[in-house]
């Protein structure tokens, strides 16, 4: 289970590390924004380079983030066929068997996979540097002008960080299971179809049964100490804005309307 | 000796920073048809030990000899299933590990597993069951509905319906109220005298090791300090103090008789035994 990199947070000590969730959430969301910015190969040179140089400055190392893309290889290498298949435009690139491969077929998947590589590159370089209780306290203030409309802001956040909260312990309890389920003869690796689906099942219906008891108990336990959704309350942790966090957000905006700039007026 | 550990050593998460010693060079044997207890505190390195008796952990450096197979690192975990048939492993608070619509079903699961036929299967579901003291009545209802000491004894008849001639058991009475543990550990017991299991306990609890076990294990910090029996570890007192063990009522009761002038008899570690020979002491 550790070596999935993806939306993984790696506690280092940066500039980027420090800076205020909520902004990075923010900039994130431009950033987003940049990458769907029809500017070409060259605006992806310039976003690629920022972002390369944002998560140097992260300190983060260039084969984890190598790592939390590789779950996309595989989608990849399914678009590149159909795109060979379908898209008939462009020159003819070569062609064997009768079967021609056009320029556009492989222009368009590089292009889809600059496009994935950068937005996957962006989310990580938010997640990587910032605690998974920091996005959910960022998330809940950033939500909170919607509130007007009905919106949960502080469920949602109480919700997400109770399910990052549990991720690890159940983990533990997946592992648990299993090894008391493999005392019993389930083997999830050999076997037939129809036994490893009771193998599958062996496992995720204690799973669920222990589930619905910790929450129940969660709840319980919460109630217990009078919580209650609405009330209003304060917070140990203070989130504060400082004025890296404005320059970051500068700067970011900068390179989004420099894209723009780039798409439609050059 | 058919159960025995050489050299042998487990590392969690090797080659990362949260690699962990969890077992340094144990050497260890265990003497069959006995009841053993595995005793030390949190984090000695009890949990890991077992593991290894059914290669649920293979050792990281060492062998452990389980019934005339050799378990290294280097088995393939395709080898070790039939290993499992002859040690039944029951985990900390296995009422957890239920699953089936039914009780009779689930009971059946671990020697479907293992290749028994249906017919016999059941049959052995049903015998078990009755062995650790489940009405035969409730075997068509969902264990999920049933109290937590009835899941318990369902769990453990899941493990011994696949007829192991070792049964290990993680902290079996732990949860459970003195009534309930106290008849959990006589069930070993009868499992011991009566179906001649080998049974390896894991337990905090010194009265369970002094009224109920034969040999006892002590664990500390990944090694095994002591291997000897019952008898003999709770009457070295020096022993005892150095590893921080609380020992059981009865016999500091003894000792405190003693230092009060009144020695009794040795070998006394049950209660009545004990009344018995205060009160023939005090009678004239």
Request: glycine share 6%; net charge positive; aromatic share 8%.
């Given at each position: 289970m550790s ?10 000590d940066s ?5 205020d969730?909520?902004?990075?959430i ?10 769907f910015?029809p500017?070409?190969?060259p ?5 690629g380079v920022?972002?390369?140089?944002v ?7 260039l ?26 435009t462009?020159?003819?690139l070569?062609s ?8 556009d077929?492989?222009?368009q998947?590089?292009?889809i ?9 962006i989310t ?19 939500l909170g ?8 802001a ?7 960080s109770i399910?990052l909260r549990?991720i ?10 299993m ?20 193998a599958?099942?062996?496992?995720i219906v ?10 129940e108990?969660?709840?319980?336990a ?11 309350r304060t917070r140990?942790?203070q989130?504060?804005?400082t ?18 700039t ?5 | 000796m ?5 050299k042998?050593?487990y ?7 949260f690699s ?23 984090g000695?390195?009890k949990?890991?030990l ?19 197979r050799?378990?290294?690192?280097a ?10 048939k ?6 900390q608070?296995?009422?957890?590990q239920?699953?089936e619509?039914?009780v ?6 671990g020697p ?6 249906e017919?016999e299967a ?22 999920l509905?049933?109290s937590g ?5 369902i ?17 079996p009475?732990a949860?459970l109220d003195?009534?309930g543990?106290?008849?959990m ?15 390896l ?6 009265e369970h ?5 034969d ?10 300090v ?9 009457n070295?007192g ?5 590893l ?9 009761f003894?000792e405190?008789l ?17 009344a018995?020979a ?5 009678k004239?």
């Amino acid at each position: 289970m550790s070596n999935i990199a993806l939306g993984r947070y790696i506690p280092l000590d940066s500039l980027i590390h420090k800076l205020d969730p909520r902004m990075k959430i923010i900039a994130m969301f431009f950033l987003l924004i940049a990458v769907f910015v029809p500017a070409g190969y060259p605006g992806y040179g310039v976003l690629g380079v920022f972002i390369v140089s944002v998560l140097l400055i992260a300190k983060l190392r260039l084969n984890f983030i190598f790592r939390a893309m590789k779950p996309m290889a595989f989608m990849l290498v399914f678009l590149l066929m159909i795109n060979v298949l379908v898209l008939r435009t462009g020159y003819v690139l070569f062609s064997f068997y009768g079967f021609t491969v056009y320029s556009d077929a492989i222009y368009q998947t590089l292009y889809i996979t600059f496009r994935l590589a950068l937005m996957i590159m962006i989310t990580t370089a938010l997640t990587a540097t910032t605690k998974p209780l920091d996005l959910t306290l960022a998330i809940e203030d950033l939500l909170g002008p919607l509130k007007r409309f009905g919106v949960p802001a502080h469920e949602i956040a109480m919700m997400i960080s109770i399910a990052l909260r549990f991720i690890p312990t159940l983990i533990e309890e997946t592992q648990r299971i299993m090894k008391a389920q493999a005392s019993r003869g389930v083997d999830l690796k050999e076997g037939k179809f129809k036994e490893k689906i009771m193998a599958i099942l062996s496992l995720i219906v204690p799973l669920f049964v222990s589930s619905f008891q910790r929450a129940e108990d969660l709840a319980d336990a919460m109630e217990a100490r009078g919580y209650v959704p609405s009330a209003t309350r304060t917070r140990y942790k203070q989130l504060k804005r400082t004025l890296k966090d404005y320059i970051m957000l500068f700067v970011v905006l900068l390179l989004l309307g420099g894209l723009i700039t780039l798409a439609f007026v050059v | 000796m058919p159960i025995a550990f050489e050299k042998v050593s487990y590392t969690y998460a090797p080659g990362t920073p949260f690699s962990y010693a969890a077992l340094k060079e144990v050497d260890l044997a265990i003497e069959m048809g006995k009841i053993t207890a595995i005793i030390g505190p949190t984090g000695s390195g009890k949990s890991t030990l077992v593991q290894h008796l059914n290669a649920l952990l293979q050792p990281s450096d060492g062998q452990v000899l389980v019934l005339d197979r050799i378990i290294t690192h280097a088995d393939k975990p395709k080898q070790l299933k039939s290993l499992r048939k002859n040690v039944g492993l029951v985990f900390q608070f296995p009422e957890y590990q239920l699953f089936e619509e039914t009780v009779l079903k689930d009971v059946m699961f671990g020697p479907l597993n293992f290749g028994v036929s249906e017919e016999e299967a059941k049959k052995r579901a049903m015998e078990t069951l009755t062995v650790v003291g489940i009405d035969p009545s409730i075997a068509e209802k969902s264990p999920l509905d049933l109290s937590g000491g009835q899941k318990r004894r369902i769990a453990i008849a899941g493990i011994l319906a696949i007829d192991p001639k070792v049964l290990v058991l993680d902290e079996p009475t732990a949860g459970l109220d003195p009534q309930g543990s106290k008849s959990m550990m006589q069930l070993f017991t009868q499992l011991n005298r009566q179906y001649e299991k080998t049974v390896l306990i894991v337990t905090h609890d010194m009265e369970h090791v002094l009224n109920y076990c034969d040999n006892v294990v002590v664990m500390q910090d990944g090694k095994c300090v002591t291997h000897q029996t019952v008898k003999e570890f709770f009457n070295d007192g020096k022993l005892l103090h150095e590893l921080n063990i609380k020992v059981p009522n009865v016999l500091r009761f003894k000792e405190s008789l003693a230092k009060g002038g009144m020695s009794l008899p040795e070998g006394i570690s049950d209660l009545q035994t004990l009344a018995k020979a205060i009160a023939g002491r005090i009678k004239p």
